[in-house]
C-alpha cells in the first residue's frame, strides 16, 4: 500500500469519528478485589482469543508474520487521537484461504513522519464497508480476498509530539512493550478510564507530573490520581 493514507480508509475513519463512541473494554474490579498483577512478559504479550466468527483450525499469525510472509498487505493509519481506539488497519488477504490476524497487547507502531509511536492493546472492531458502524471484534479474521478495516486500542508513547492523523502511516516494531501491555492491563483491571491509562503510561514513559500532563491532555485530577496509585501498586516485570 502507500504511504498515505487511502481515501477509502479516510471515509471510514471520518464516519468512525463522526458516528461511533469507543469501544473501549474495561474490567472493573476495584483495587481490593483485583486478581494479583501479571508480571510475566510471556503472558502479558499473549494475543486475544481468534475473532468467533473464525472456524476451529484457521491458521493464526501476527500482524508482523502475516506481512512478512506475503499473506496480507496492509496499510496502518492514525485517527486524530492519542488514546482508545486510535489506528486503523486497512488489510488485504493475499494468502490462498482464510486466515486469522493479530495484534498482541505490547505491539508498537512507529509512524513514518514526526508524530506519537503508539502501543496497541489489540483489536476492538472490524468496519465493513459500504457502512462505517463498527463491530466488536478481537482479531483480524479474514475469509475473503477482500479490504477489511479494524480498529485498534492504542496509546500514545511520546507526550511531546502530535497525534496521529489518517495521513500517518505506521510499521510495526519488533520489539514489543511489556510494561506499556502490563499497565494497560492492570488499568483495565481496576476500571480505569482510558485517560488515566494513558496518564499512567506516560508517567513509566516521561515521569510526567500531573500538571505537565494536564497542559496538553484532557485528564482529570483523579483520573491522574488513579494513575499514580495503580503505578505504586503494579510491580515490574520478571527479567527473562
Not at 510475566?40 to 484457521?58: K, N, S
Not at 488485504?92 to 513514518?112: C, N
Amino acid at each position: 500500500m502507500s504511504t498515505k493514507g487511502s481515501s477509502w480508509i479516510a471515509v471510514c475513519v471520518l464516519g468512525v469519528v463522526a458516528g461511533a463512541g469507543l469501544l473501549y473494554w474495561g474490567g472493573g474490579n476495584s483495587p481490593d478485589r483485583r486478581p494479583p498483577a501479571e508480571t510475566d512478559p510471556a503472558v502479558l504479550l499473549q494475543p486475544a482469543a481468534m475473532d468467533e466468527r473464525a472456524p476451529a483450525g484457521t491458521p493464526r499469525y501476527s500482524l508482523a508474520e502475516a506481512q512478512a510472509e506475503g499473506l496480507v498487505r496492509a496499510e496502518t493509519v492514525g485517527r486524530n487521537a492519542s488514546s482508545g481506539d486510535a489506528l486503523v488497519i486497512a488489510v488485504e488477504r493475499l494468502a490462498d484461504r482464510d486466515i486469522d490476524v493479530y495484534i498482541a497487547p505490547g505491539t508498537v507502531f512507529v509512524p513514518g513522519g514526526d508524530v506519537q509511536r503508539m502501543v496497541a492493546w489489540g483489536v476492538v472492531g472490524v468496519i465493513v464497508p459500504p457502512n462505517t458502524a463498527m463491530q466488536p471484534t478481537t482479531s483480524m479474521y479474514l475469509p475473503t480476498p477482500d479490504l477489511h478495516v479494524f480498529i485498534v486500542e492504542a496509546y500514545c508513547l511520546d507526550f511531546k509530539l502530535e497525534n496521529p492523523t489518517v495521513n500517518d502511516v505506521f510499521q510495526v516494531q519488533a520489539e514489543p512493550h511489556a510494561r506499556a501491555a502490563q499497565i494497560i492491563r492492570e488499568g483495565k483491571n481496576e476500571g480505569l478510564s482510558i485517560n488515566a491509562i494513558q496518564s499512567a503510561i506516560w508517567i513509566e514513559e516521561d515521569h510526567l507530573t500531573k500538571h505537565e500532563i494536564q497542559t496538553k491532555f484532557d485528564a482529570s485530577d483523579k483520573e491522574i490520581e488513579d494513575a499514580f496509585e495503580m503505578l505504586k501498586r503494579t510491580p515490574r516485570l520478571k527479567r527473562k
